[in-house]
């Protein structure tokens, strides 16, 4: 069962302030990485992917990944209210009969506070 | 541009109802299509995927089934609900394996 832990919640930070979130996952052959938005009884929105080890960066979202130390994260930097939403990780699944699914963190619930 | 929907949007029905839940993807064609269930505070749980007509993957055992009659529905259904189908219902698809997937808007579905 491949598993994907994001950092307990919830996470609270002040207006203007850089929020970061973290995930782990345990498929070492992963090669796609997602982070998803989702507020408070809506769907998950797709904010920021990563195939490559390094930083990308998509205005005040900057997503990380580190492939030998199975770890990604997401910065989103000068966080505002409107922020305030459950952020979910997600790994694509290879190999096997598993190959091609996405697994999800448990999320982690972000609020912003002015 | 692609764009996915279904519905309905809410949906309460009594214990040992039938139930169908339907999903349609606009704007590309051969996609690969996802349902997934979200009980109240916790994580996305997939059900059923699907990579062309007729093909459907279970991946958990329950009393849903799910069909793709066409290259861009997909349908949820069930025979007779349980207490424990309660839960927010979640249609997905992508284009390519290693792409994003993109979410409907979702079905909040409540069981009386």
């Given at each position: 069962q491949k598993e994907v832990e994001q950092n307990s919640g919830p996470l609270s930070v002040p207006e203007g302030a850089i929020a970061s979130l973290n995930c782990t996952y345990s498929?070492?052959?992963?090669q796609s990485f997602f982070w998803y938005r989702q507020y408070s009884g809506k769907s998950p929105e797709l904010i920021m992917f990563i195939y490559s080890n390094g930083d990308k960066e998509d205005g005040r979202f900057t997503a990380q990944l580190n492939k030998a130390s199975q770890y990604v994260s997401l910065l989103i930097r000068?966080?505002?209210?409107?922020?305030?939403a459950t952020y979910l990780c997600a790994v694509n699944e290879v190999g096997?009969?598993?190959?091609g699914k996405l697994t999800f963190g448990q999320g982690t619930i972000l609020t912003v506070h002015p | 541009s692609q764009t996915i929907h279904q519905w309905p949007a809410t949906l309460v029905q009594p214990v040992g109802s039938p139930l169908s839940l339907e999903c349609t993807v606009e704007g590309t064609s051969n996609p690969n299509l996802y349902w997934y269930r979200q009980a109240a505070g916790r994580g996305l749980q997939l059900l059923f995927y699907s990579v062309g007509i007729g093909q459907i993957s279970s991946e958990v055992p329950q009393n849903l089934s799910a069909s793709r009659p066409q290259d861009r529905q997909f349908i949820l259904s069930s025979k007779k609900l349980l207490l424990s189908d309660s839960g927010f219902y979640l249609c997905a698809w992508r284009k390519q394996v290693n792409q994003p997937q993109h979410f409907g808007d979702g079905t909040r579905l409540s069981i009386l």
């Open positions: 498929d070492r052959g992963s000068d966080s505002q209210p409107s922020d305030s096997g009969t598993s190959y | -």
